[in-house]
């Protein structure tokens, strides 16, 4: 797998769905893939897990993947994960692209210095319908045009994608809810840590897909009965699974 900095080292990729109210795994999968495009894959197991589809799924921006934030959406969930910028413009000295605002009733991307990018024509990249934003004339006599773009002939062109206001409407959501990051974090965050602690934060101990699945296995069976002694007791578990079981 890639890690930081673009190093590639023999891991695996351990994903968790964990119920925000009790704290609970409901669903985990071994990948060796990284968190991007895992969002529907881990959705789909936790509403098997749960029995329901209309969940509410919260994630961090590492997870952010517009087709698979859209295809957990299909699945009848509630999406939640924040953009991070990763364009660069700012390093290089030009303007973000998050300065160009789109106006959805002409259909129009207003640049920084005021100028309409009209909808030119729709590309594929990467599996992903585009529509082209840009705007020869102004591009071309615009005084701010070093900061814009490093072509010499070229405008400055920006792509949306056909279902953006997908994308949209769930940053709002976002915007509405500042909590949201601080609910992820204390909710994924805390069964991983418990079980990196008792591990002793080493390496896992198995290799292969189905060993190491069932390391995991183990690991979350435990932490979800020691979970749920802490809520409902030894006593109260015991009924439980009792009445489960009978």
């Known amino acids: ?3 930081n900095n673009m190093n590639r080292q023999v891991c695996y990729n ?3 769905a964990v119920d925000a109210k009790n704290h609970l795994i409901v669903a985990h999968e071994v990948t060796n893939s990284p968190n991007r495009r895992q969002l529907a894959a881990v959705t789909k197991l936790a509403q098997g897990a749960v029995g329901k589809t209309d969940i509410t799924v919260l994630a961090d921006k590492g997870y952010y993947s517009r087709s698979d ?3 957990a959406q299909e699945l009848g969930a509630v999406a939640l994960v924040p953009k991070g910028d990763t364009s660069g413009a700012d390093r ?3 303007f973000n692209r998050s300065l160009f605002q789109y106006d959805k009733e002409k259909d129009v991307y207003i640049c920084p210095t005021g100028n309409e990018l009209q909808n030119r024509f729709t590309v594929v990249e990467d599996g992903l319908e585009q529509q082209m934003y840009f ?3 102004a591009c071309r006599d615009c005084s701010q045009r070093s900061r814009c773009t490093t072509s010499k002939r070229d405008p400055r062109r920006i792509r949306r994608w056909v279902h953006e206001a997908e994308m949209e409407d769930m940053q709002t959501r976002l915007d509405a809810s500042p909590q949201t990051a601080v609910v992820r974090k204390q909710t994924v965050e805390h069964p991983f840590g418990t079980i ?3 591990m002793g934060a080493t390496h896992l101990l198995m290799r292969q897909f189905k060993n190491v699945s ?3 296995s183990l690991h979350v069976l435990a932490y979800n009965l020691k979970r749920m002694m802490s809520i409902w007791g030894t006593e109260g578990l015991s ?3 009792r009445e489960q079981f009978n």
């Open 239 to 241: 009924i439980k699974l």
């Open 1 to 3: 797998m890639k890690t």
């Open 214 to 216: 069932t390391e995991i």
């Open 135 to 137: 705007n020869n004339i």
């Open 196 to 198: 990196k602690m008792w």
């Open 69 to 71: 934030i859209k295809a």
């Open 14 to 16: 351990v994903q968790t």
């Open 92 to 94: 290089k000295g030009l």
